[in-house]
C-alpha cells in the first residue's frame, strides 16, 4: 500500500502571496488532517476533513483553508502569507475501516516546507 | 487544552546505550502515540499505546494513564535512531486533534 504523499516538498513565497499544498491520503483512510511544524517545535493541529468537510480546526486564522475531495486527498491553501508561515506543513491521513486502532493512528507524509520571505 | 511535557529537551548517547524518554500529559487522554521525526522532517510512527506495554524490537513503550505519563525506552541504541521524538495525545474532550509535546532531541554517536 502506499503511504502519505505531500506536494511540494519545498518551495518559496513572498509575503502576501498565496499556497496551496497537496496531500494523497494513504490507501483505504477517509480522514486527513494538516499540521503545522515551525522550527524546534512540536507539530501544532490546524483542522480535519472527513468525508469532503472540515470536522475539526485548531487556533488557526480563515486565511488558512482546505478541501478534501472524493478520493480522500487534500489541499491546503493559505491566504495572505506571513512571514511566520515559514514552516513545515504535514499532511496526515487515519482511518482504516475495521481496524480496532485504525481510526486513531495518524500516519505522516513527509511534509512540505514552505519558506515565506 | 491538554498539556504535554517530554523530557529531556536533548539526549547525547553513545552507540549501545540505553535510554528512556518521558512524557507527561495533563489531563486523562484516549489516545497516546511516539513519533520520531527522521532528518529530512518525515514522522514515522513508533507506537499507538493509550495504556499497557509494547515492545518492538529495540523499542518499547508503557503509558500509565492512570498517572498520565508514558515512557520510550531504547536499547541498544544506534546511530540511526538519532532524531527528535514526539509524544502526543488526544484527550477526551478533543476526537480529532493530537496536541504534540516539543520532542526530545536524540543524538547518537558512533
Known amino acids: 500500500e502506499t503511504g502519505v504523499t505531500q506536494s511540494p516538498t519545498h518551495l518559496i513565497k513572498t509575503r502576501g502571496q498565496q499556497v496551496t499544498l497537496r496531500c494523497s491520503s494513504q490507501s483505504g483512510h477517509n480522514t486527513v488532517s494538516w499540521y503545522q511544524q515551525a522550527l524546534g517545535q512540536g507539530p501544532q493541529f490546524i483542522f480535519q476533513?472527513?468525508?469532503?468537510?472540515?470536522?475539526g480546526r485548531g487556533n488557526f486564522p480563515p486565511r488558512f483553508s482546505g478541501l478534501q475531495f472524493p478520493n480522500y486527498s487534500s489541499e491546503l491553501n493559505v491566504n495572505a502569507l506571513e512571514l511566520d508561515d515559514s514552516a513545515l506543513y504535514l499532511c496526515?491521513?487515519?482511518?482504516?475501516?475495521?481496524?480496532?486502532?485504525?481510526?486513531?493512528?495518524?500516519?505522516f507524509g513527509a511534509g512540505s516546507r514552505l519558506t515565506v520571505l | 487544552g491538554i498539556q504535554v511535557e517530554q523530557s529531556p529537551p536533548d539526549l547525547i548517547l553513545q552507540e549501545g546505550a540505553n535510554s528512556t524518554l518521558r512524557c507527561n500529559f495533563s489531563?486523562?487522554?484516549?489516545?497516546l502515540q511516539w513519533f520520531h521525526q527522521n532528518p529530512w522532517g518525515q514522522l514515522i510512527n513508533l507506537f499507538y499505546i493509550p495504556s499497557g506495554t509494547k515492545q518492538n524490537g529495540r523499542l518499547s513503550a508503557t503509558t500509565v494513564a492512570t498517572e498520565r505519563y508514558s515512557l520510550l525506552y531504547i536499547s541498544s541504541s544506534q546511530t540511526t535512531d538519532s532524531g527528535v521524538y514526539f509524544c502526543?495525545?488526544?484527550?477526551?474532550?478533543?476526537?480529532?486533534?493530537?496536541?504534540f509535546g516539543k520532542g526530545t532531541l536524540l543524538t547518537v554517536n558512533p
Open positions: 489531563d486523562s487522554v484516549n489516545n
Open positions: 496526515a491521513s487515519s482511518g482504516l475501516p475495521g481496524h480496532p486502532s485504525g481510526a486513531n493512528v495518524l500516519t
Open positions: 502526543a495525545v488526544k484527550s477526551g474532550g478533543s476526537n480529532y486533534k493530537l496536541t
Open positions: 476533513y472527513y468525508r469532503e468537510e472540515e470536522n
